[in-house]
């Protein structure tokens, strides 16, 4: 099955209050906003631990993941530092679809909303990982500060708002989604 005309959205995060989290919710009512199917996967907190040995006949959430993976156009990813790394959660999704191939060669859009100064090792650790599945990779800096953000965590800041729909369209853009009027948001749990 070809891939849909589709954004498949994924925080690396698996904290409540996380600022990846609330741009990844950003982008995707962003992208809603301009007619682009934006799907946000929560499968990072539901996999099982990588296991090799369970490759032949992976549990449905694994299954379930690849499947997305797969019918997307594209991927986008917002993913924090952890120890100067990539948090091992996000880190077990990405071990899970090595072997299926579902990322080789998609493109993958890493949306990084660290300050400026911040989150290097996790951009250096993304680009290897990234690289070893032949994932065609489109950075975009979008900073985020606890100012534009409300009561509830959410991004309620006009210009971060506005640098985000443009990260959807131009991401979009290029990696052939159409837009259209009756296309609205939608996330699988």
Same mark, same amino acid.
């Given at each position: 099955?070809?891939? @849909? $005309?589709?954004? +498949? &959205?994924? @925080?690396?995060?698996? !904290?409540?209050?996380?600022?990846?989290?609330?741009? #990844?919710?950003?982008?995707? !009512? *962003?992208?809603?906003?301009?007619? #682009?199917?934006?799907?946000?996967?929560?499968?990072? !907190?539901?996999?099982?631990?990588? /296991?090799?040995?369970?490759?032949?006949?992976?549990?449905?959430?694994?299954?379930?993941?690849?499947? &997305?993976?797969?019918?997307?156009?594209?991927?986008?990813?917002?993913?924090?530092? =952890?120890?100067?790394?990539?948090?091992?959660?996000?880190?077990?999704?990405?071990?899970?679809?090595?072997?299926?191939?579902?990322?080789? =060669?998609?493109?993958? *859009?890493?949306? /990084?909303?660290?300050?400026?100064?911040?989150?290097?090792?996790?951009?250096?650790?993304?680009?290897?990982? +990234?690289?070893?599945?032949?994932?065609?990779?489109?950075? =975009?800096?979008?900073? %985020? $500060?606890?100012?534009?953000? /409300?009561?509830?965590?959410?991004?309620?800041?006009?210009?971060?708002?506005?640098? +985000?729909?443009?990260?959807?369209?131009?991401?979009?853009?290029?990696?052939?989604?159409? +837009?259209?009027?009756? %296309?609205?948001? @939608?996330?699988?749990?």
């Amino acid at each position: 099955m070809g891939p @849909s $005309s589709s954004i +498949l &959205a994924i @925080s690396g995060s698996l !904290r409540r209050g996380s600022v990846n989290s609330a741009a #990844i919710r950003a982008a995707a !009512r *962003a992208g809603a906003l301009q007619g #682009i199917a934006v799907t946000m996967s929560h499968a990072v !907190r539901h996999l099982p631990h990588f /296991d090799p040995d369970r490759e032949e006949a992976p549990p449905e959430p694994v299954v379930a993941f690849r499947a &997305a993976c797969a019918g997307a156009s594209g991927v986008l990813v917002a993913v924090p530092e =952890y120890a100067h790394g990539i948090p091992g959660a996000f880190k077990n999704a990405i071990d899970w679809v090595v072997g299926d191939v579902c990322l080789n =060669y998609k493109p993958v *859009a890493v949306l /990084d909303v660290a300050a400026p100064g911040r989150g290097i090792h996790v951009r250096r650790a993304l680009d290897e990982v +990234l690289a070893a599945i032949g994932a065609r990779v489109t950075h =975009y800096e979008v900073p %985020v $500060s606890r100012g534009d953000r /409300d009561a509830d965590g959410e991004i309620d800041s006009a210009e971060v708002l506005a640098v +985000l729909s443009a990260v959807v369209v131009d991401f979009a853009a290029r990696v052939g989604c159409k +837009l259209g009027r009756d %296309v609205g948001l @939608s996330a699988d749990e």
